[in-house]
C-alpha cells in the first residue's frame, strides 16, 4: 500500500520534471482531473519516465504512463529515446486512451457512478476494456488486471494527490523540455 509520503514525494517529483503540467494539460484537454493521470502514472512508474516492463529480453512499456510496444507510436519512442525529450505524443495517446475507456466505461454501465467508471477505466488502461467490462460483470473491474488491484490503487492514489493539492500544495507548474 503506497503511502501519503511517497504520493507527495511523486508529486514533487512530478513538479520538479515538468511532468505534473504536461500530464495536466492532456487530462484537461481530455476531460479528466489531472489527480487521475498523476495515479495512473504513480501506478505504473511511481511517476518515473522510464522503460518497464521486461518481457522476451526487450522492454514493452515505454514512459511514464508506459505505454505499450503494441502500440507504433510506443516502439518508435522507445527506440528512437524520444520518451526522454518529447513525451507529449505519448501522454496525448495515454490521455485519449483513458478518455475511451471513461466513454466506454459510461455507456457499458450508465448506473454506477463517476467515480466506478473511472475505476473501470483505469482497469482497462492495465488489462483491456474487455477484460475490465468481464470483470466488472464478475463482481469486479480488476479480476483481471496485475495484482489484481489497479482500478482500486489508481482511485487510492488520485484520492491521495487530491488531498494533497487540496491542502495548498501549488498548481502544477508548466514542463520545460
Not at 511523486?10 to 511532468?19: D, P, V
Not at 518508435?76 to 475511451?100: H, I, N, Q, V
Not at 464478475?138 to 487530491?162: K, L, Q
Amino acid at each position: 500500500m503506497i503511502t501519503q509520503q511517497q504520493i507527495l514525494n511523486q508529486l514533487h517529483s512530478l513538479r520538479h520534471t515538468g511532468f505534473a503540467g504536461k500530464l495536466a494539460e492532456h487530462a484537461k484537454a481530455h476531460g479528466f482531473s489531472p489527480e487521475y493521470f498523476y495515479a495512473i502514472a504513480s501506478r505504473e512508474t511511481n511517476c518515473l519516465n522510464i522503460l518497464g516492463d521486461p518481457r522476451g529480453g526487450q522492454m514493452h512499456g515505454v514512459g511514464i504512463i508506459q505505454i505499450d510496444i503494441q502500440h507504433p507510436i510506443a516502439l518508435k519512442a522507445r527506440d528512437s529515446g524520444s520518451y526522454k525529450t518529447d513525451p507529449d505524443p505519448l501522454l496525448e495517446f495515454g490521455a485519449a486512451m483513458l478518455a475511451g475507456n471513461i466513454a466506454q466505461a459510461t455507456k457499458q454501465f450508465p448506473n454506477m457512478s463517476a467515480q466506478q467508471h473511472l475505476k473501470v477505466a483505469a482497469s482497462g488502461y492495465n488489462c483491456g476494456m474487455g477484460n475490465a467490462i468481464a470483470g466488472v460483470n464478475h463482481g469486479d473491474s480488476d479480476i483481471h488486471t496485475t495484482g489484481h488491484d489497479y482500478g482500486r490503487d489508481v482511485m487510492t492514489r488520485m484520492a491521495i494527490f487530491e488531498e494533497l493539492i487540496a491542502a495548498g500544495n501549488q498548481q502544477p507548474l508548466k514542463a520545460v523540455f
